[in-house]
């Protein structure tokens, strides 16, 4: 029979230990309180959320304020939007306007776009049209 995993305290070993603390965490560097993923500064082990943290890392600067405002302006302009994303709460395809997608990308500019867009953007250098919009995603083909 398998012997059971050992115990500390009343409590299985994981290999970590919980951190009481883990939901006061603050990025330093835009203050965010929520993220997938804590990463730290290399040269200053400052805590960073993990949009920061990647930027930093693939770029070796700061995440500019612009990226940092466009991830916090509220989602109070759906005004416009008529169809059925705009019941759906979340981001929003600055281009087609679309709220589904595998991906989600930004422009050079630091728009929010969907995958759709943002690969039409990088590939060809120009927006994607409109009339390419679908409804559903379309799944990648699989070969054998």
């Known amino acids: 029979s ?15 230990r919980p951190n009481p603390k883990a939901s006061s965490k603050i990025c330093c560097h835009c ?3 929520s993220t997938p993923l804590w990463r730290r500064e290399p040269s200053t ?27 916090a302006e509220p989602e109070d302009d759906k005004s ?6 705009s019941e759906h709460p979340g981001p929003q395809c600055t281009h087609c306007r679309t709220r589904h997608t595998s991906v989600w990308r930004r422009s050079k500019a630091g728009a929010q776009l969907c995958n759709a867009c943002g690969v039409y953007a990088r590939l060809r250098g120009k927006d994607r049209p409109l009339s390419l919009k679908r409804k559903k995603i379309k799944p990648r083909t699989k070969h054998a």
């Open 45 to 71: 082990l400052r805590t960073l959320c993990n949009a920061c943290g990647l930027y930093l890392q693939q770029r070796n600067k700061l995440r500019p304020q612009e990226l940092i405002d466009a991830d």
């Open 80 to 85: 416009d939007i008529s169809d059925q994303d």
């Open 2 to 16: 398998p012997s059971p995993s050992p115990v500390v305290d009343g409590a299985p070993k994981l290999g970590r």
């Open 31 to 33: 203050h965010a309180t």
